[in-house]
């Protein structure tokens, strides 16, 4: 007898519908897998035979067939055990065959017949409900991530016993309730650090802000101790909270990446990934076999912060470049090509030099100017072209340790950026770091005077297309900021002088 049911798999987000054939032939006993499974889905094989003895079914002592079908499509990961076993059970008769195809089956089972979660389930419940799918039986501990969903019925599993005895309409099985899931998604962002916490630094606060505005990103350059970190971690609070569709992007990356927690439905304040300057390529850009989100794309929608940025491998920096300009990055490997969303604000930090105090009034620095070009020179041109704002950090005196907070709070601040953001996307239907040549000529239009001072300056800088079309949108965010609706001089001068480094 044959029965079907239907599972998925992912490559990159994208969700690849699975038809899982089973059949049941006279023969020999023998459990055959085909369908281009790697490792872990083959090893299903033991996991399910386990499984349906534990659960109290006899495992058919026949010549059983499961194919995995298009048979031209990598399948991957442990998530089709619960649609294996129930296929199998339905050819074996223990469960009805009919109605099967109308639900989307998908999780682990463990040798106790437990249904065990998986990664990427938010994804694939999203896809299924595209295709027109009845409902989706997940993991009980997936089972708030799927509910996410709008539009198809979710129902958590917990035994693959139970999952059976739902289908032959003898018991019932959790229907995750989504109003829960809507209403855990909605709130004011996390704020972790305020702007109040830093001492001094006005003038990086000032550039925090615009960045938080547009979209920028931003190199803090300064010496140890100066507050780079500190600044850095107070962006994230700075900036809007995240739409429903955006937390569901968010939360469909970490899916996929297995570090959202079980039980878990959205992640609604955005990323901070701090990668360690010892991150390799693969880690920071992912990778694997399929590949795997990286710290990049899990800093997706949020704040990707590079402390040392010199002392990263020149390799790990340079897979930022696709990231910085298109908002998205994609992993190639000999046998499969995964593309992930990668719209991050980059935060990056660095010492003027070697051993930190350059520039400094103790005249503590001993390095030569060869030493400070060359660590200067591990950042390429082309990476210091699609950074926006390069903001040189005074050493922190002393006295202003001990001063009383002055300067907006991080609130007063997330206020007016939330204004400028939503002037942005009225305007042009996203931030200003988004904006594309056609777009950014219509919104920033310059006069005579500003284009001199653009020209002046662009000569004087030697600054490449690619720069001038960003400080072009740093002056349309200033501008925002201000509530103007054109572009004046002083916005342009502002931004400017943030293309200048070393103080």
């Known amino acids: 007898m044959l029965a079907t049911t239907h599972a998925s798999t992912l490559i990159g987000l994208d969700s690849h519908p699975v038809q899982v054939e089973v059949d049941i032939a006279r023969g020999l006993p023998a459990f055959d897998l085909v369908g281009l499974a790697e490792v872990a889905v083959r090893e299903s094989r033991t996991r399910v035979r386990a499984a349906m003895e534990q659960a109290g079914y006899l495992f058919p002592l026949r010549r059983v067939t499961v194919n995995l079908a298009p048979a031209d499509v990598k399948k991957a990961g442990t998530g089709f055990d619960l649609a294996i076993a129930v296929a199998t059970l339905a050819a074996a008769?223990?469960?009805?065959?009919?109605?099967?195809?109308?639900?989307?089956?998908?999780?682990?089972?463990?040798?106790?017949?437990?249904v065990r979660p998986v990664r990427g389930i938010l994804p694939q419940v999203l896809a299924a409900r595209d295709r027109g799918m009845r409902g989706a039986i997940v993991p009980l501990e997936n089972g708030a991530e799927a509910a996410v969903v709008e539009g198809i019925e979710v129902r958590g599993a917990e035994t693959l016993r139970g999952v059976c005895e739902f289908l032959c309409g003898r018991e019932e099985l959790p229907l995750i309730d989504r109003t829960r899931v809507v209403d855990f998604a909605t709130g004011d962002a996390l704020e972790v650090l305020d702007l109040?916490?830093?001492?001094?630094?006005?003038?990086?606060k000032r550039a925090l802000e615009i960045a938080a505005a547009g979209g920028h990103n931003v190199l803090l350059m300064g010496p140890p101790g100066g507050g780079k970190t500190m600044l850095a971690r107070a962006l994230p609070a700075l900036l809007p909270p995240l739409t429903f569709q955006k937390a569901m992007e968010v939360t469909a990356v970490h899916s996929v990446a297995g570090t959202l927690r079980p039980g878990v439905s959205l992640l609604r304040d955005r990323p901070f990934r701090a990668p360690h300057h010892t991150a390799s390529a693969a880690g920071l850009a992912g990778g694997g076999d399929p590949p795997r989100p990286g710290e990049i794309a899990l800093a997706h929608n949020g704040v990707l912060f590079l402390d040392e940025l010199p002392e990263f491998p020149r390799e790990s920096l340079e897979a930022l470049r696709e990231p910085l300009e298109e908002g998205h990055i994609t992993i190639v490997r000999a046998r499969s090509r995964a593309r992930y969303p990668a719209r991050f604000t980059l935060v990056a930090a660095m010492n003027p030099c070697p051993c930190g105090y350059a520039g400094d009034p103790s005249d503590r620095c001993d390095c030569s100017e060869e030493r400070v070009k060359r660590y200067r020179g591990r950042v390429s041109g082309p990476l210091m072209d699609r950074i926006d704002l390069l903001v040189p950090l005074p050493p922190v005196r002393a006295a202003q340790l001990t001063e009383g907070a002055a300067g907006p709070s991080s609130a007063e601040v997330r206020e007016r950026v939330a204004s400028a953001r939503l002037v942005a996307v009225a305007r042009s239907g996203d931030c200003n770091a988004r904006l594309n040549?056609?777009?950014?000529?219509?919104?920033?239009?310059?006069?005579?005077?500003?284009?001199?001072?653009?020209?002046?300056?662009?000569?004087?800088?030697?600054?490449?297309?690619?720069a001038i079309h960003r400080v072009m949108k740093l002056a349309r965010t200033i501008a925002d900021l201000d509530g103007s609706e054109g572009v004046a001089g002083h916005h342009l001068a502002e931004a400017i002088g943030y293309r200048v480094t070393g103080g």
């Open 196 to 204: 109040l916490d830093v001492r001094g630094q006005s003038h990086a």
């Open 437 to 466: 040549v056609r777009q950014l000529r219509e919104v920033a239009a310059l006069d005579a005077t500003s284009t001199r001072l653009l020209t002046d300056a662009s000569d004087r800088l030697g600054l490449s297309a690619r």
């Open 93 to 114: 008769g223990e469960c009805p065959a009919v109605g099967l195809d109308s639900w989307l089956m998908l999780g682990e089972l463990s040798l106790t017949g437990s």
